[in-house]
């Protein structure tokens, strides 16, 4: 009798402990959603290998024990393509998405994902946004399976300005961006900082342009001269980033440059083909941290010829392990719950996702373009590279939220 009790309270043990980590050896799939050909593939093409490769190498060792793989979908930057992706995904099983190029875009996707779960419990989603900035995703329309990795407009303005402050040469400020929320967000924001921490700082002209659609930034160049400007403060990325400094490089216009996205692949090598330019980055890594990172972007570089620029790539799947370990599950309901309020180690600190919004709270970097020099990394093999002048606390570019955020009834 005792025998049999020992056998049967042993396999309840061994029971209790396979459900506890039931999640250990399962592939988690993640359905990437970006520009995968058009005006912004090369930014894509390099963001899915940033996924694929962290997915790689993190699964090696997770405290979930699962291994992550990463699908590419094409949405050509499109909300109504992101739709469609959306569908696919779904259609085959994803449970995970992330995308992060356009907030147009994002905004379909946080809306069609709330939506498709609200309607079909049991197979519900999770969106990670990993670079998408409109800081309405967070505040009116933040929903309970939108999760943000990438710091948005307004923390980084905050920061940008807090720097800015200190630079008594800028004075007079010509606004370029694209002419789609985000482009909007940056101007509306470094307005509102920049009245607050520099009153005495002059907008001397202000522009919105089509999206990927400007061939040629020549006119844009001479009204940012005619204009008599010191200073630009451009949000734009990819393409029309990479023309803008063409035509600044070819008009032979030499003012520091205040930018998101200088980083991003394109930009830099047109950044180079101009010699020394005084140009600066704000954002929550750069291309010379040391550590595990370090040695991330030194391995992409080898195996892809490529930058690995994208560090949300690296905090994403690491907070998505950290979750599925403490919810003891790979389910989107129990890990969007998990991943409320959750800290993880990041490469500059710690990294929380905010339960209230979820947006997550980092620091922040201001970089500056310069000659590299031995042992730091060259950047798009130009022999230049974003330096880290200063670095911020998440207390500094954090923003309050007025998210009212609606959780699942069990929740």
């Not at 009153?199 to 400007?214: N, R």
């Not at 606390?393 to 699942?408: A, E, F, G, N």
Request: charged share 20%; hydrophobic share 40%.
């Amino acid at each position: 009798m005792r025998t049999t009790f020992q056998a049967i309270a042993a396999t309840a043990i061994a029971l209790a402990a396979g459900a506890a980590f039931a999640q250990k050896g399962e592939t988690v799939r993640i359905a990437f959603m970006d520009p995968l050909s058009g005006p912004f593939a090369n930014v894509g093409q390099n963001q899915l290998k940033s996924w694929q490769f962290a997915a790689e190498k993190l699964s090696a060792r997770n405290p979930a024990g699962v291994k992550f793989e990463v699908v590419g979908f094409d949405n050509k930057g499109s909300p109504q393509e992101s739709l469609n992706t959306l569908k696919a995904a779904i259609d085959q099983g994803f449970r995970y998405v992330t995308q992060g190029n356009g907030s147009g875009a994002a905004t379909a996707i946080l809306e069609a994902v709330a939506k498709h779960n609200e309607r079909n419990p049991g197979k519900e989603l999770v969106y990670l946004n990993y670079a998408a900035v409109d800081p309405a995703l967070t505040n009116e329309k933040c929903d309970f399976w939108h999760f943000r990795l990438d710091a948005d407009t307004s923390m980084k303005m905050e920061a940008l300005t807090s720097f800015m402050k200190e630079q008594p040469k800028v004075k007079k400020v010509f606004l370029l961006n694209q002419n789609y929320s985000h482009g909007h967000q940056v101007a509306k924001f470094f307005k509102d900082a920049i009245a607050r921490k520099r009153p005495d700082v002059q907008i001397v002209g202000e522009d919105l342009h089509p999206i990927g659609q400007v061939k040629d930034f020549a006119p844009y160049v001479a009204k940012i001269k005619q204009a008599g400007a010191d200073t630009i403060v451009t949000g734009n990325w990819g393409q029309d980033l990479t023309l803008l400094v063409k035509a600044l490089n070819d008009a032979g216009l030499k003012i520091p440059m205040y930018t998101y996205y200088a980083g991003v692949t394109g930009t830099p090598t047109a950044l180079a083909a101009g010699g020394d330019s005084e140009v600066y980055v704000v954002a929550y890594g750069h291309a010379n941290h040391t550590g595990e990172l370090g040695q991330f972007g030194q391995e992409f570089n080898k195996k892809f010829k490529d930058d690995y620029y994208t560090y949300a790539t690296y905090n994403g799947i690491n907070l998505l392990s950290a979750a599925m370990a403490k919810a003891k599950s790979t389910n989107p309901v129990q890990v969007a719950k998990a991943m409320e309020g959750l800290s993880v180690k990041s490469f500059a600190g710690d990294v929380t996702m905010r339960a209230s919004d979820h947006q997550l709270q980092q620091s922040m970097f201001i970089t500056k373009w310069q000659k590299a020099k031995k042992g730091e990394y060259s950047v798009e093999n130009t022999g230049y590279t974003f330096v880290p002048i200063k670095q911020m606390d998440p207390y500094v570019s954090s923003t309050p939220t007025s998210c009212q955020m609606k959780r699942p009834a069990a929740g």
